[in-house]
């Protein structure tokens, strides 16, 4: 998957802490992933017309402080791991179907936080992650889910329901996700400091983005569900993979604003366009 000339924007804007570009930085990055000049300027200027991203009076742009519930789901993937607690058993439950103009944030609120649909109108995902129904039912909300849907917590579901709520999430599958982007991220920086470097620019950019949107969107499933660990490590790669990719970037980084340090997540705004694709609960 390529970024967008919005997400690549708003990826590039976000690894920098203070300070601005210039349009000639971003032109520069779009050429990357053949992104045309006028495309990535019409959609910088409908970014500035939308104030999610700022201009100084050097035309230079910065991403605007503007609170954003999605892109600060995607920023907590390095705490993926550390959301989790022991299970009870209990599971967290929505229920009630989304107004029509909002069934589409509803729905990638739900996929956000690893629920399944169990019946029509009834979504569950284990109750393991720190906060409980309560944090649950503010993050879904702040994400998108409308009234007149309900949050609650469900216990001691009958044998057949327990069985059937457990089986909602393909394991094996995870695991093979697990397995494939590991692999994948470890080829990769074996790879990168052989490649040219706009080359591998472009190549720790994608693979960065899709291992990270794959973490946002996992649904950090208990044990006895799912073995933690493969998760734990493919995180632990990924903090490599993302460190190597700042390094990739960056001269990109000195030349469009040289105060600067190469502080964000590349890739993290193509996980955002990754988990605005992802299918509903």
């Known amino acids: 998957m390529s970024p967008t000339p919005k997400s690549l ?3 590039l804007l976000s690894t920098l802490s203070r300070g601005a570009v210039p349009v000639r930085g971003l032109v520069a990055a779009g ?6 000049e006028n495309r990535l300027r019409v959609a910088l200027a409908r970014l500035l017309a939308a104030g999610a991203v700022e201009r100084d009076e050097h035309s230079h742009y910065r991403l605007a402080e503007v609170p954003n ?3 600060n789901q995607i920023r907590s993937w390095r705490r993926a791991a550390e959301k989790r607690r022991p299970w009870s058993g209990a599971w967290i439950a929505v229920h009630g179907r989304t107004r029509n103009g909002a069934r589409g944030r509803g729905a990638r609120a739900l996929r956000f936080l690893g629920f399944r649909g169990f019946e029509p109108g009834l979504a569950l995902r284990p109750d393991n992650l720190e906060g409980g129904v309560d944090d649950a039912r503010l993050r879904l909300e702040r994400l998108g889910l409308a009234a007149p849907a309900r ?3 469900i216990r001691e579901l009958d044998a057949a329901s327990e069985r059937r709520a457990r089986g909602l999430w393909d394991a094996r599958a995870l695991r093979a996700a697990y397995r494939s982007t590991l692999a994948t991220l470890e080829a990769s920086a074996a790879r990168l400091p052989r490649l040219a470097r706009e080359t591998a620019m472009a190549e720790s950019f994608r693979l960065g983005g899709a291992a990270i949107g794959g973490i ?3 649904p950090l499933l208990p044990e006895p569900l799912l073995d933690a660990s493969e998760l734990d ?3 632990a790669a990924i903090r490599r993979y993302d460190r190597l990719g700042r390094r990739v970037w960056a001269g990109w980084i000195s030349a469009a604003a040289p105060a600067e340090l190469p502080v964000g997540v590349l890739g993290q705004s193509l996980a955002v366009e990754a988990a605005r694709t ?3 609960a």
């Open 9 to 11: 924007i708003l990826d």
């Open 31 to 36: 050429h990357l992933f053949d992104i045309p």
């Open 69 to 71: 519930a999605v892109s």
């Open 151 to 153: 949050v609650f917590q």
């Open 216 to 218: 946002v969107l996992d």
């Open 233 to 235: 490590a493919l995180i």
């Open 278 to 280: 992802a299918g509903g």
